[in-house]
């Protein structure tokens, strides 16, 4: 009797219900017996305080997709398995979770993953290059389920796009006016055509990740208290430097360095690792996924850059007051220096 | 003619010093950082100092401007300005370093890194 | 002030040199770029604010885009030269032919902002233009006459060279990446 | 006390930078790499955004901010440009 070992990685999406329902159904067409394996890939990380939250949503949804399964197995012969992956390591990009994926493949013999095609890993992360061409890369068979879901350009009136479009027809009709002049009503009129005009060409350009109405405001406030914190940073490090640039025998001590930062791809690193360059000392070479590679310059940059100040500042302005309190790169081990060939 | 008040007078003298004394910060920075530009060994250390055109040189330099129009239509203009040179000079800075390390500068790094003397040793060796 | 202006003329002819003389077309580019960032603000000191403008988006923004592009279409030439090779006699006759020009036209110019233009010393141009142009050509706005009417084949040669430049982009173009 | 005017101090503080301007335009001639060149350059745009703001003071004419302003947004456009262009070549738009 044949049994088909069927790997699901979930994720928590809208065409996950669908998802499990054709993972069994397919299953049980190919074979008499099935045997699902139900996984949730987690970045989890002992490191980040929102960690044990994480870990509850992921028990919660294998809870749920095994009463699914259940529901649509029926009288048939399935057996469920659920496990989480990654808690022991710290996943970073698609390749992490490909490789994770087919380690467990090979341990517990699976023919097969089925694939979500919302599928994004973690609960937060997004991962940006997709995670099938990983797949194909390591040479793990996967089959994209077909679900039925809402086409994106569908949702144009939906209210994630209104609240794009009116944050950005805000940026923009601001910046209009402040150029322009706020009293009078030609500018007004052609200010308010002009941003419509962006407002509808670029608002998903603008803002790649939906916006959250409560939480986006609030990150905006906070990030205006992080500023006179940079301009801080920003001085001191510009003395520090001046300091060796104008001594006569310009003691500098370049390295590079890798930092793993704790902090999310897209906006939140974006605004890491640009102020990390504006801060004389440290510049960074190359940011991919989370893990940054960092010029340094002289020592007492790289000190800085190890006890992670402007990481935890970035992580208080994206994720809020009680997710900075994390430890420093140096503590979690995450910072090292590398030679030239990491280039 | 209205003659000032001695307060208005220490007033315009105060601003006038702090005028004078942020533009010279700037001139000292961008000064600092064109030595460094000049000096320093590859291109990666030169990105640094370039920063400190940047910051401080410019941001200097803008905040005595700013303070010169005072109060005015002008002076948005300039804290705007230097908004968009904060914003978009180390994300510049970040492409000309990346660009440098896709094309295969190599940096000169200090012999402290193992990885980097061993490199230095066997050089030293074959030659 | 002078020390700004000669300061800034010597940054400008620094880089036109150098613009010049760089074999590697990349870093021309590059060099081009800081010409024009010289330029501007010459334009600017010299109160000619819609050129400033125009200098900073043609010179800075789309010059630099055209020609990587022209340059990513085509090849980049690897050279180990640094410098091109400076032809001397060339050098003496064009270097001869501007200081001649210098000499000859530059001191016959009004200062900038000199009030011995004949559009202040002379009113009576100015008031011709601002009186008789309804009547001579017909045309309302005094600007536009004097651009499509007074010196009409002029601005009629300049629209002959825009559209054949347009026209021969549209056949490159379409030979390029339509074919 | 106020020795001399305001503006003769905002023009001053210009020319010292279009001096440094030009220092730093040495190594925009000497290179050696194509980066380093860019990078002087990149420094060299925001020394005229600085410039054109210091003449907006000093001669007290506000629309060269306007100009200084478009310079801020083609100069980072122009080192980007130019860095994508070395990175992936003819990826430039």
Request: glycine share 6%; hydrophobic share 50%.
């Amino acid at each position: 009797m044949a049994v088909e070992r069927l790997l699901v990685p979930l994720s928590d999406t809208v065409t996950v219900r669908q998802t499990v329902g054709y993972a069994v159904q397919s299953g049980l067409e190919r074979a008499d017996s099935l045997e699902c394996h139900l996984v949730v890939a987690l970045p989890y990380d002992d490191a980040v305080p929102e960690s044990a939250r994480q870990r509850e949503d992921a028990d919660d949804l294998l809870s749920r997709a095994r009463n699914w399964v259940e529901e649509d197995a029926g009288d048939a012969d399935v057996t469920i398995e659920t496990a989480t992956l990654g808690a022991d390591e710290y996943l970073f990009g698609p390749r992490d979770y490909a490789e994770i994926f087919d380690d467990y493949a090979a341990a517990q013999g699976i023919d097969r993953v089925v694939l979500d095609p919302e599928y994004q890993p973690g609960v937060t992360a997004r991962i940006l290059q997709p995670l099938e061409r990983e797949l194909d890369r390591i040479g793990l068979a996967y089959d994209e389920a077909p679900v039925e879901r809402s086409t994106r350009r569908g949702r144009l009136t939906g209210s994630e796009d209104f609240d794009r479009l009116f944050a950005t027809f805000m940026v923009s009709y601001g910046f209009y006016l402040v150029l322009g002049d706020p009293t009078y009503w030609f500018d007004l009129v052609t200010g308010a055509a002009v941003a419509g005009i962006v407002a509808v060409s670029l608002a998903r350009v603008t803002f790649s990740v939906p916006l959250d109405r409560v939480q986006s405001p609030i990150r905006v406030v906070r990030f205006a208290l992080y500023i006179p914190y940079l301009l801080w940073e920003i001085v001191k490090a510009n003395i520090a430097v001046s300091a060796v640039i104008l001594r006569p025998s310009m003691p500098i001590e370049p390295t590079l360095t890798q930092v793993d930062s704790r902090v999310r791809s897209g906006l939140p690193l974006t605004a890491l690792a640009n102020s990390i360059t504006l801060t004389p000392g440290t510049l960074t070479v190359r940011a991919t996924d989370q893990r940054l590679l960092v010029h340094t310059l002289i020592p007492a940059a790289r000190e800085d850059l190890f006890d992670g100040g402007l990481e935890k500042a970035i992580r208080f302005v994206f994720y809020g007051r009680e997710s900075a309190a994390i430890p420093s790169p140096r503590e979690r081990d995450d910072a090292e220096i590398v030679g030239g060939d990491e280039l | 003619m209205i003659e000032p008040t001695p307060l208005q007078v220490t007033l315009e003298t105060v601003r006038f010093w702090a005028i004078v004394v942020l533009l010279g910060l700037g001139v000292f920075f961008t000064l600092v950082s064109t030595v460094g530009v000049l000096r320093l060994p590859d291109i990666y250390a030169r990105a640094h100092t370039a920063s400190q055109t940047d910051t401080l040189g410019a941001g200097f330099a803008l905040a005595g401007v700013a303070l010169a129009f005072g109060w005015q239509h002008a002076a948005v203009y300039t804290v705007l300005l230097l908004f968009f040179v904060f914003i978009t000079n180390p994300t510049a800075a970040h492409a000309i370093a990346r660009s440098a390390a896709e094309t295969g500068v190599e940096p000169v790094l200090a012999e402290e890194g193992e990885t980097d003397e061993s490199a230095a040793d066997t050089e030293g060796e074959t030659r | 002030m002078s020390l700004f202006v000669y300061s800034l003329v010597a940054f400008v002819l620094a880089t036109a040199v150098a613009t010049a003389l760089f074999r590697d077309v990349l870093s021309a580019i590059i060099v081009f770029g800081a010409y024009s960032l010289g330029m501007a603000i010459l334009y600017t000191f010299l109160l000619a604010p819609d050129v400033a403008m125009t200098e900073a988006a043609i010179g800075a923004g789309v010059t630099t885009l055209l020609l990587l592009l022209t340059i990513a279409r085509t090849t980049r030439p690897t050279t180990d030269r640094l410098r091109e090779r400076i032809h001397v006699p060339a050098v003496v006759v064009v270097g001869a032919f501007v200081l001649l020009l210098c000499t000859a036209v530059l001191p016959e110019m009004y200062a900038v902002g000199s009030t011995e233009t004949p559009v202040w010393s002379n009113p009576d141009v100015t008031q011709h233009y601002i009186t008789e142009t309804y009547h001579q050509t017909g045309v309302e706005n005094a600007v536009t006459a004097v651009l499509a009417a007074y010196r009409g084949f002029d601005t009629f040669g300049e629209a002959v060279v825009v559209f054949a430049a347009g026209v021969s982009t549209l056949l490159v173009l379409k030979r390029e990446v339509f074919a | 006390m106020t020795p001399a005017s305001l503006e003769d101090v905002f023009l001053v503080a210009a020319g010292l930078f279009v001096v440094l301007a030009i220092a730093m335009f040495y190594r925009a001639v000497v290179g050696p790499t194509t980066q380093d060149r860019l990078l002087a350059v990149n420094v060299l745009g925001t020394n005229t955004v600085v410039i054109l703001a210091l003449l907006a003071a000093g001669l007290d004419q506000r629309w060269f901010l306007d100009v200084a302003l478009i310079y801020a947004l083609l100069n980072f456009l122009m080192s980007v440009a130019i860095s994508k262009f070395t990175v992936e070549r003819g990826g430039v738009l």
